[in-house]
Nanobody
Framework: QVQLVESGGGLVQAGGSLRLSCAAS????????MGWFRRAPGKEREFVGG????????YVANSVKGRFTISRDNAKNTVTLQMNSLKPEDTAVYYC????????????????WGQGTQVTVSS
């Protein structure tokens, strides 16, 4: 069992940066690939990026490539989403999630979810 809690959201101007963190509890955190998703107002939840259990491989969606990076520290049970050059269209609730399947983009293959943290980018 893994419990996830996101933090670090807030209001930022376009072009600014935010760093989201996801703290996990549970002994098996390092066994899971971790993903970040977001849900913008009126839209479906979408995959933002993910990282393998070892941290050796990451993948981010084209919409955030070159601006967002993902890292993890298995010793501290944390996953981080560094967001740079933020745009108003990045405004959304951001969720971290854990998958035993691996680094996948399919929302239905993630078993554990955090409660989400709001990111608002003003123009």
């Amino acid at each position: 069992q893994v419990q996830l809690v996101e933090s670090g959201g807030g209001l930022v101007q376009a072009g600014g940066s935010l760093r989201l963190s996801c703290a996990a509890s549970g002994r098996t955190f390092s066994s899971y690939a971790m993903g970040w998703f977001r849900r913008a107002p009126g839209k479906e939840r979408e995959f933002v990026g993910g990282i393998r259990w070892s941290g050796g491989s990451t993948y981010v969606a084209n919409s955030v490539k070159g601006r967002f990076t993902i890292s993890r520290d298995n010793a501290k049970n944390t996953v981080t989403l560094q967001m740079n050059s933020l745009k108003p269209e990045d405004t959304a609730v951001y969720y971290c999630a854990g998958s035993s399947v691996g680094l996948v983009t399919n929302i239905h293959q993630y078993e554990y979810w955090g409660q989400g943290t709001q990111v608002t980018v003003s123009s």
